[in-house]
């Protein structure tokens, strides 16, 4: 893990939206995209987890299952039994961290038993309030529709990037998980829309839907046929050449992206040197 510190340390982008969408798929390829920038963070918060899969590795002990672990009291006669509970809890999964080459990935799974989501999204906030900070960008693959916004889990970040496919229907979605989000003063720099699987045909009209619909469209990925070859044969995103029409098209919509990063970073230069006028 990275601990270098800076004005740019913990970028986090959330990927929300209806399953099917292609969540995973944006959120493998922002990845593989913004190692460009240092360490990444990835964390699969969809209990239906599918990131590892995509960035192809194994997947480590998740979240809910050390959760799960804990609870047997037989997992605590190793001499942790002195150790307060919930510190225990995040040491655990610490330890449970995949890393890689150019990232690091924690996968949220899911638990067995009552409440158990209580203390598996308790720990996804103390991660992105703590850990993230360790890291140059964190990419948070979210679970399929608003309960991740309901729970307030997805809290303080810096992009919520809603996906959609190409349909009235999943633009009204993405409507509807903006103005959750919008209600429940979730803090989000900004909300961004990406439409995926788009024709010549059809992305005309999104366009029009999104626009109807108040929505800012960061852009629009392509349906690739490379995407579902791959998906087919199992194989994870690296295997993607960087000449398929989803590679090209995800560069400009992650370059918008980077340009929200460097908003950010005027941002924090603004207010560092307002605080250091002050102290002065």
Not at 10 to 34: C, E
Not at 145 to 168: F, Y
Not at 218 to 246: F, H, Q, T
Request: aromatic share 4%.
């Amino acid at each position: 893990m990275s601990s270098e510190q800076g004005p740019l340390r913990g970028f986090t982008i959330v990927v929300a939206g209806k399953g099917g969408t292609g969540k995973t798929l944006v959120s493998a390829l922002l990845v593989r995209y913004l190692r460009r920038h240092g360490a990444v963070l990835a964390i699969d918060a969809d209990p239906d987890s599918n990131l590892p899969e995509a960035l192809g590795v194994e997947s480590p002990p998740t979240v809910g299952q050390i959760r799960e672990a804990l609870l047997d009291p037989r997992s605590r006669g190793d001499g942790s039994a002195a150790m307060p509970a919930e510190k225990l809890f995040e040491q655990k999964v610490l330890e449970a961290v995949s890393e890689q080459k150019g990232f690091d990935l924690i996968v949220m799974g899911r638990g067995e038993g009552e409440g158990c989501y209580c203390a598996v999204n308790h720990i996804l906030r103390s991660i992105i309030d703590g850990q993230a900070r360790n890291y140059a960008s964190v990419v948070i693959d979210s679970e399929a529709g608003l309960e991740h916004i309901s729970r307030r889990t997805a809290r303080d970040v810096d992009v919520m990037l809603v996906v959609t496919d190409a349909s009235a229907r999943g633009v009204g979605t993405a409507r509807r998980v903006c103005e959750l989000a919008r209600e429940l003063r979730v803090q989000f720099g900004r909300t961004l829309v990406l439409v995926n699987k788009v024709t010549d045909e059809t992305r005309a009209i999104m366009a029009d839907h999104a626009a109807a619909a108040g929505l800012e469209v960061v852009g629009y990925l392509p349906y690739d046929p490379a995407v579902a070859e791959n998906d087919s044969r199992g194989l994870p995103i690296w295997a993607l050449p960087e000449d398929s029409p989803v590679m090209r098209a995800c560069q400009d919509v992650f370059r918008r992206l980077d340009a929200v990063r460097e908003e950010r970073l005027r941002r924090v230069g603004v207010r560092a040197q307002a605080g250091a006028a002050k102290t002065g």
